[in-house]
Structure formats: C-alpha cells, structure tokens
C-alpha cells in the first residue's frame, strides 16, 4: 500500500506562483509514475502533469509551459510549480501514484490540496 500527502494549500493571486509538494510512504520501491490531478467543482479529474521514476515527462497538458512536474527519488517527493497562475487554475489538485508508467488510471490518490486563484 502507498499513501500519498500533498501540501502547499494555497490561495495567491492571479500572476503568482505556488509549489505544491506530495510525500509518498508505504511500498514505495513499487511506484514508477507519479502525477497531478486537478478537479474543479462539477467536473471530473484532469491529469495536469506526470512523470516516471526515472525522469521522463511526456505529458503536454493544458498548462504547458506553466507548470512544471519534478521528481526527488531520494525523498520520495513530487513537486509540481505552478507559475502565471490564472482564476481557471482554481481547483482541488490531487496527487497520484501508479506502479505502471501510465498514470491514467492510477492505483493511488492523496487527499488532496485547495488551490484558489483570485482574480
């Protein structure tokens, strides 16, 4: 079993710039992709970004080049920066975890972090 724990809850402005951070326990040594979620309210989840154990990142979400997934084995962390955050951006953001490279359908969720972009 694995258990994810995102942190960085946030609320900043339009413009600014969050980072949030997922901390993964448990049967570690058995993840390869970990990713994020987003959900805003009435819609199903979004993969925003992904990324495999060994660095690959060959998601091109919507939020290219505005947000940026890295990886820290050795903490067993994913972070995502999240830059030139917009209204739209506001949503639950979940963090995801898969023993597979394909994080489509992932085995493990966190709980999930509130990201509010004011306008």
């Known amino acids: 079993q694995v258990r994810l724990v995102e942190s960085g809850v946030g609320l900043v402005q339009a413009g600014g710039s969050l980072r949030l951070s997922c901390a993964a326990s448990g049967s570690i040594l058995s993840i390869d992709a970990m990713g994020w979620y987003c959900q805003s309210p009435g819609k199903q989840p979004e993969l925003v970004e992904a990324?495999?154990?060994?660095?690959?990142?060959n998601y091109a979400g919507s939020v290219k080049g505005r947000f940026t997934i890295s990886r820290e084995n050795a903490k067993n962390t994913v972070y995502l920066q999240m830059n030139s955050l917009k209204p739209e951006d506001t949503a639950v953001y979940y963090c995801?975890?898969?023993?597979?490279?394909?994080?489509?359908?992932?085995?493990?969720w966190g709980q999930g972090t509130q990201v509010t972009v004011s306008s």
């Open positions: 990324i495999t154990r060994q660095g690959s990142n």
């Open positions: 995801s975890a898969d023993p597979s490279w394909n994080i489509l359908t992932p085995a493990y």
